[in-house]
């Protein structure tokens, strides 16, 4: 029996009818966006804002009593150590014939002599200690080079060695400011003779107990920049008012604050990369000091945390830092961890299901749930200590619609890269 025309059209509609069936029915591909498991290294640190701060300043105070002459200086003003006139000051009468004023010029000259005293014998234990820093990082160098040593042994004593050379140069600055205001003290003594000579030379020269006594010159203890000026104006002070303060810009350092939580996690020596600091290049340094002390701070959300003050040291030349000062605020990121060759996955491709982490891994066209167990964690990659291979492709930002035996489309694929942060 020959198939009619009209059989023919109605099975090629049956066959249409059991085709749309099945496309019905079978479950679409969904696009998904994956990523590769990698091998590579991984970098955790933490970010926190800091505040740049000149390392040594200091405040010039009126060594006698009497009338300050207007300051011309100005903040940003260049300054050279013993040379550059600060203040001058005209003193009173009433404190050349007060006795007790003497008195306490002169306990102030013993007391300038015994703290420079001080400061040389703590600048000659510093020097003794960085020679003795020097000589274990040059061992420490040689060994890690031959492998006896590991890397913690040698950057502990690469700290070690970098915290004695900046010890020996507050030192040295310790020194100057001491040996200045012994020099001040001695100025200011002078300037309170007897009452019996003053007399004596007021009536040889016939000039009053004001014109007979000389102006007392203040000049720059250091080399560097004023800071801030206190008293512009010509007033009269008493001695121990602040007048002006100075320092070295290009001797800066960086207070950051961070977590007490991750403060036990930096060590002295940790490396340390300054961002958003206004140039195009992030700039270089290193942990010198983790404060002892924590304290409370309210964040911005209202929480009150505790925090520690980590100082860290700039591993750049005067150029790289020249247009940074005094509290100008930076980013800093603190290195904690460093791992070479460890497992990575972006943090997108991690969920958690029945209160473990997860991955959806793609093979054969097909979403399946695997298990992981995680190490270390920066901002875009953690690491799997168990639970994948390299090679294997996770699916990135997974959703409802995708679970074990999903039919799934890659619409793009991303390359880790080992360290990013």
Same mark, same amino acid.
Request: aromatic content about 6%; overall charge negative.
């Given at each position: 029996?020959?198939?009619?025309?009209?059989?023919?059209?109605? @099975?090629?509609?049956?066959v249409?009818?059991?085709?749309?069936?099945?496309?019905?029915?079978?479950?679409?591909?969904?696009?998904?966006?994956?990523? +590769?498991?990698?091998?590579?290294?991984?970098?955790?640190?933490?970010?926190?804002?800091g505040?740049?701060?000149?390392?040594?300043?200091?405040?010039?105070? =009126?060594?006698?009593? &009497?009338?300050? @002459? %207007?300051?011309?200086?100005?903040?940003?003003?260049?300054?050279? &150590?013993?040379?550059?006139?600060?203040?001058?000051?005209?003193?009173?009468?009433?404190?050349?014939?007060? =006795? %007790?004023?003497?008195?306490?010029?002169?306990?102030?000259?013993?007391?300038?002599?015994?703290?420079?005293?001080?400061?040389?014998?703590?600048?000659?234990?510093?020097?003794?200690?960085?020679?003795?820093?020097?000589?274990?990082?040059? %061992?420490?160098?040689?060994?890690?080079?031959?492998?006896?040593?590991?890397?913690?042994?040698?950057?502990?004593?690469?700290?070690?060695?970098?915290?004695?050379?900046?010890?020996?140069k507050?030192?040295?600055?310790?020194?100057?400011?001491?040996?200045?205001?012994?020099?001040?003290?001695?100025?200011a003594s002078?300037?309170?003779?007897?009452?019996?000579?003053?007399e004596?030379?007021?009536?040889?020269?016939?000039?009053?107990?004001?014109?007979?006594?000389?102006?007392?010159?203040?000049?720059?203890?250091?080399?560097?920049?004023?800071?801030?000026?206190?008293?512009?104006?010509?007033t009269v002070?008493?001695?121990?008012?602040p007048?002006?303060?100075?320092?070295?810009?290009?001797?800066?350092?960086?207070e950051?604050?961070?977590?007490?939580?991750?403060a036990?996690?930096?060590?002295p020596?940790?490396?340390?990369?300054?961002?958003?600091?206004?140039?195009?290049e992030?700039?270089?340094?290193?942990?010198r000091?983790?404060e002892?002390?924590?304290?409370t701070?309210?964040?911005?959300l209202?929480?009150?945390?505790?925090?520690?003050?980590?100082?860290?040291?700039?591993?750049?030349?005067?150029?790289?830092?020249?247009t940074?000062?005094?509290?100008?605020?930076?980013?800093?990121r603190?290195?904690?961890?460093?791992?070479?060759?460890?497992?990575?996955?972006?943090?997108?491709?991690?969920?958690?299901?029945? %209160?473990?982490?997860?991955?959806?891994?793609v093979?054969?066209?097909?979403?399946?749930?695997t298990?992981?167990?995680?190490?270390?964690?920066n901002?875009?990659?953690?690491?799997?200590?168990? &639970?994948?291979?390299?090679?294997?492709?996770?699916?990135?930002?997974?959703?409802?619609?995708?679970?074990?035996?999903?039919?799934?489309?890659?619409?793009?694929?991303?390359?880790?890269s080992?360290?990013? +942060?």
């Open positions: 029996m020959k198939p009619t025309i009209r059989t023919i059209i109605w @099975s090629l509609i049956g249409a009818l059991v085709g749309a069936g099945y496309y019905a029915f079978v479950p679409k591909a969904v696009e998904v966006e994956t990523a +590769e498991v990698v091998e590579g290294r991984l970098r955790v640190s933490v970010r926190e804002d505040m740049t701060r000149i390392r040594e300043k200091y405040v010039i105070s =009126a060594p006698v009593s &009497g009338r300050l @002459s %207007r300051i011309q200086l100005h903040a940003g003003d260049p300054i050279a &150590g013993d040379h550059s006139l600060i203040a001058v000051i005209l003193p009173s009468e009433p404190a050349i014939l007060d =006795a %007790r004023s003497r008195a306490e010029a002169n306990a102030r000259v013993q007391a300038s002599e015994a703290s420079l005293k001080r400061v040389n014998a703590n600048a000659e234990q510093f020097r003794i200690n960085h020679d003795l820093a020097k000589i274990k990082f040059d %061992r420490s160098t040689k060994l890690l080079s031959e492998r006896a040593i590991s890397q913690d042994e040698f950057d502990t004593a690469k700290a070690e060695y970098m915290a004695a050379s900046q010890a020996v507050t030192a040295a600055f310790e020194t100057d400011v001491a040996q200045f205001e012994l020099e001040m003290a001695k100025a002078k300037q309170f003779g007897s009452s019996e000579g003053v004596t030379a007021n009536a040889e020269t016939g000039l009053t107990s004001s014109e007979a006594t000389e102006p007392f010159e203040i000049v720059a203890p250091v080399s560097g920049k004023v800071l801030r000026v206190f008293q512009e104006s010509s002070v008493t001695v121990g008012t007048l002006i303060e100075v320092g070295d810009p290009r001797n800066l350092e960086i950051i604050d961070v977590l007490s939580t991750d036990t996690r930096i060590r020596g940790t490396d340390i990369t300054i961002e958003h600091w206004g140039g195009n992030p700039l270089r340094g290193h942990v000091v983790i002892p002390a924590a304290f701070k309210v964040s911005s209202g929480v009150e945390e505790q925090r520690v003050n980590i100082i860290a040291d700039f591993d750049e030349t005067s150029d790289r830092i020249a940074l000062g005094d509290g100008y605020r930076v980013e800093a603190i290195t904690i961890e460093e791992l070479e060759n460890v497992l990575l996955v972006p943090n997108s491709s991690l969920f958690r299901f029945e %209160r473990k982490w997860h991955v959806l891994t093979a054969d066209g097909k979403a399946s749930m298990p992981v167990t995680l190490g270390m964690q901002d875009s990659q953690t690491q799997i200590v168990a &639970g994948l291979k390299p090679n294997d492709i996770v699916i990135l930002y997974p959703g409802d619609n995708v679970e074990t035996g999903t039919p799934v489309k890659i619409a793009s694929s991303h390359t880790s080992g360290g990013s +942060e």
